[in-house]
C-alpha cells in the first residue's frame, strides 16, 4: 500500500512527487512511466524563472547551471513586431535534461520510480488499485495530453492544438533569442525558434485543431513553420508532432483521492503553448494536498487541491483564456504587439501573461486600448 502513486514521471508527476516528501519525508511515493529516463518530450523546452522559484521552495536548485540563458522575446505577426529584453531571463533546456533532472530530485527525496505503462485504475472506498495489482491511498495523474487517469475518471478534454518540433542550427539572426511568430489567418496559430545556447534551437509550429477544418498534415505544419521563420527547418532533426490540450476559462479539480496535475489536467497556456510553469506548479500544490489529508486522515485531497490551485491559477487562467480569445482578432493582436514594443513595463507585463502566472493588469489594457 503506497501512501501516493504517481502516474507519469514528468514535470507535473515529479513535482507531485516532491511537493509530498517535501511535507512528510516518510511518506511512500511510487512514480511510474512509461518510458525509462532519459527520454526525449515533444516540447518548446522553454522554462521560466518561476519554475525554478517554485522548486527551490522544496529544496531543489542548480538543475540548469550548466545551460546559458536567453534573455531576449519576440514576438512578431508579418511586420508588427516587439523584441526586448525580459525582466528575468528563459532556460531552453531539451526534455531529455530537465525531466531526468527533475525525476532524479524527486527520487534523492524519497520517491521510488520504476518503467510500468499504467492502463487503468479503479477507486475504492478506501484504497485505489492501480492496473489490478497496485495499491495506494492517493493518486496523481500527470501523464499528459493522452491521460489514462483522465479518462478513467471521465473528464473530457478541451480544446487542443496541434503541434510539430524539430532542433536545428540557430541563425544568427535569431541566436540568443525566444521568437513566437504568429500567422496571418485564424489564432492561436505560430511557429516558434527557441535558442538553446549550444549552436541549436528548439523550433516548431502550432494551431488549434477545429470542428470542420481539415485537419493540418505534417507537410502542411512545416510549410507554415518555414512561411512565418524563414529557414526554421533547415538541417532540422528530430521533428515530432504532439497535441496540446489548451487551458480553458474554467478548471475546477474534482474532491477526492484522485487528482490531474500539468498536461493531463489540460493547462497549456492558449497564448503561447507553455506548460512547464503550470505542470510543476500544479504538480507540487497536488503533492503537498496529500501530504496535507494524510496528517488528517482525510480521503479528500481534491477539495484542498482545488483550494490552492484556484488562489494561484484561478485568475490567471480566465485571463489567458479572454486574452486568447480577444486575439483571435489580427487587429487587436497587432494592437498587443505594439503596445508591448512601446514600452517595457508593458512587455513585462504581456511576458508574465505568457510565460507563468500573469494577469491582464489595468496598464495592459490602456496601452492594448491606447494601441
Wanted: glycine letters at 12%; a positive charge.
Amino acid at each position: 500500500m503506497w501512501d501516493l502513486v504517481v502516474v507519469g514521471a514528468g514535470p507535473a508527476g515529479a513535482s507531485a512527487a516532491l511537493g509530498a516528501l517535501a511535507v512528510d519525508p516518510g511518506l511512500s511515493v511510487l512514480l511510474l512511466d512509461r518510458h525509462d529516463f532519459p527520454r526525449d518530450k515533444a516540447c518548446g523546452d522553454g522554462i521560466a524563472p518561476h519554475v525554478f522559484d517554485l522548486l527551490a521552495e522544496v529544496g531543489v536548485t542548480g538543475l540548469v547551471d550548466d545551460w546559458t540563458p536567453v534573455r531576449r522575446f519576440a514576438l512578431t505577426r508579418g511586420a508588427t513586431g516587439v523584441d526586448r529584453d525580459m525582466a528575468r531571463p528563459n532556460w531552453v533546456v531539451p526534455r531529455t535534461v530537465f525531466d531526468q533532472r527533475l525525476a532524479a530530485a524527486a527520487q534523492s527525496a524519497g520517491a521510488r520510480l520504476i518503467r510500468r505503462r499504467v492502463r487503468g485504475l479503479r477507486v475504492a472506498k478506501d484504497v485505489i488499485t492501480v492496473d489490478g495489482d497496485l495499491q495506494a491511498r492517493f493518486v496523481v495523474g500527470a501523464d499528459g495530453a493522452h491521460s489514462v487517469v483522465r479518462r478513467e475518471l471521465g473528464v473530457k478534454p478541451g480544446p487542443v492544438a496541434l503541434a510539430i518540433r524539430g532542433y536545428a542550427p540557430t541563425p544568427a539572426a535569431r541566436a540568443a533569442s525566444q521568437v513566437i511568430a504568429y500567422g496571418p489567418g485564424r489564432q492561436p496559430s505560430y511557429a516558434w525558434s527557441f535558442d538553446r545556447g549550444d549552436g541549436w534551437s528548439n523550433v516548431g509550429y502550432g494551431e488549434q485543431l477545429a470542428a470542420g477544418r481539415p485537419r493540418p498534415t505534417r507537410a502542411n505544419i512545416l510549410e507554415h513553420l518555414d512561411q512565418l521563420l524563414p529557414g526554421a527547418t533547415d538541417g532540422g532533426k528530430s521533428w515530432w508532432g504532439h497535441h496540446l490540450p489548451l487551458s480553458s476559462w474554467f478548471w475546477r479539480p474534482r474532491p477526492g483521492p484522485v487528482m490531474l496535475a500539468g498536461d493531463a489536467a489540460g493547462l497549456i497556456n492558449p497564448m503561447t503553448g507553455e506548460g512547464i510553469y503550470y505542470a510543476v506548479a500544479t504538480g507540487l500544490l497536488a503533492g503537498r494536498a496529500v501530504a496535507d489529508a494524510l496528517h488528517n486522515d482525510s480521503r479528500d485531497a481534491g477539495t484542498s487541491y482545488r483550494r490552492q490551485t484556484g488562489r494561484l491559477l484561478g485568475r490567471h487562467l480566465r485571463h489567458t483564456s479572454l486574452t486568447a480569445q480577444l486575439t483571435r482578432s489580427g487587429h487587436i493582436l497587432d494592437a498587443g504587439i505594439r503596445a508591448a514594443a512601446a514600452d517595457q513595463a508593458t512587455f513585462d507585463d504581456l511576458v508574465e501573461l505568457g510565460l507563468a502566472d500573469g494577469l491582464i493588469t489595468p496598464r495592459l489594457l490602456r496601452a492594448l486600448v491606447t494601441s
